[in-house]
């Protein structure tokens, strides 16, 4: 059995690595420039996707939404490019007409609003929604509550701000619920404020978001029935892509519009965009594996390459030892040891080095309310460790079978 490396072999390992110093430290660089490219970028992947997902947090991944556009086509006695809209009632006829939905809620919006307290103002975008709309575009409230059935039954004037309104409106004030703001001389009162700052915006900023019941955005500006966006979510096990479809054809039998009309409705499907930033980060996995482990391998090649000169110079000295009594188990494993050496030195130098700049790179992303973490995982690490001890071993048996059939006799004649 090979026996453990005592201070002697430690010292004659080293000497050996140290004898052609440039030789060395470019076979090491190439080893930690390697493990460090596929550490930090497989931290910068996870990082990144990690945000991505707290942006998207409490946004329903099998969600639709629906917009009216202009005709393309003649239909039924109807010119083209006729002007229609989404209507209260439709919502009922879809949940009758399409039983794969789970919710059908409408809204409606007003830009440009200017809210004002205490001689403060901000620009809001007014949301009128019912109150099962945060099940499809979750507020992430931090403060105070969402709004409720009661708030639209009623026609309350309350509203949930976002977090930008209220540190324009409300500056200084910890918890700005139970006060008042005014938009268009219409007096609101706060009872929540919104967490949320990012991720999928349908035509309103969420940090400048003012979320106000239904029935009170209909009436204070005589909205009637119509409809500004049509928000479907999918029940489980069936994809948004094709209920869209049915809730579309729906849509077109009841207002007359060609079923061929790709232009009268735009549709949003929250589904495509999240399997499509799966499928990103996927690829972006893959080609940063095939990055790294194309690093290391050529890091490996050149540790072979400084192993087969090392032997080649050590040759009279291999001869010497195996004269003197030196089997070829210890040769092996002199050859074997000073490759997985080098490898690891310069392996665990890399990885500790892109834990370092990764831990840099998320202290100064960091968003609030914004999750962040582009620390790889601890077997991430270890994995990472096993491979490079395997290629410091794979390093070493070409030199190292080479180092084992040397005979004394003809290293004395080389010599």
């Known amino acids: 059995m090979i026996n453990i490396i005592d201070s002697d072999q430690w010292e004659e390992i080293f000497d050996s690595l140290t004898k052609n110093k440039a030789r060395t430290f470019l076979t090491a660089f190439g080893i930690f420039w390697g493990i460090f490219m596929l550490i930090l970028l497989m931290g910068g992947g996870k990082g990144l996707q990690t945000m991505l997902a707290g942006n998207f947090a409490g946004f329903a991944s099998n969600s639709g939404f629906m917009i009216t556009n202009l005709t393309s086509e003649p239909y039924k006695g109807f010119s083209k490019e006729r002007m229609w809209e989404i209507e209260l009632a439709d919502v009922q006829r879809i949940k009758n007409c399409v039983p794969e939905v789970d ?104 940090s400048y978001a003012m979320h106000v019941p239904y029935t009170t955005l209909q009436q204070m500006y005589n909205r009637g029935d119509d409809v500004d966006i049509l928000c479907v979510t999918a029940k489980d096990n069936f994809k948004m892509s094709k209920v869209q479809y049915k809730v579309e054809d729906v849509l077109k039998r009841v207002h007359t519009i060609s079923p061929t009309d790709t232009q009268a409705l735009m549709k949003i499907n929250t589904e495509a965009i999240f399997d499509m930033v799966d499928s990103l980060f996927t ?133």
């Open 103 to 206: 919710i059908v809620t409408p809204t409606i919006r007003k830009w440009g609003g200017m809210a004002e307290c205490n001689n403060r103002s901000c620009q809001v975008g007014m949301v009128g929604e019912y109150a099962d709309y945060s099940r499809v575009d979750d507020p992430k409230i931090k403060q105070g509550r969402k709004l409720n059935e009661i708030d639209v039954i009623q026609k309350r004037k309350v509203c949930v701000i976002g977090n930008r309104v209220a540190e324009e409106l409300f500056p200084g004030v910890v918890n700005p619920c139970g006060k008042f703001l005014v938009v268009d001389g219409v007096y609101y009162q706060v009872v929540g404020v919104s967490g949320k700052s990012g991720g999928i915006n349908i035509g309103v900023n969420p």
């Open 283 to 415: 690829g972006l996995n893959v080609l940063v594996w095939m990055i790294g482990l194309g690093t290391l391998f050529a890091g490996a090649i050149g540790v072979s390459n400084i192993m087969v000169v090392t032997v080649k110079e050590r040759t009279t000295e291999i001869g010497i030892r195996r004269a003197i009594g030196a089997t070829p188990r210890n040769i092996l494993f002199m050859v074997m040891s000073e490759s997985v050496v080098l490898t690891l030195l310069a392996g665990m130098s890399g990885i500790l080095f892109a834990v370092l700049v990764l831990q840099v790179i998320e202290v100064s992303v960091q968003e609030p309310g914004v999750q962040s973490q582009f620390q790889i995982e601890f077997w991430l690490a270890a994995c990472a460790a096993l491979l490079l001890a395997l290629l410091g071993v794979l390093s070493g048996i070409t030199p190292a079978i080479r180092a084992m059939s040397i005979k004394p006799v003809d290293a004395m004649r080389e010599e």
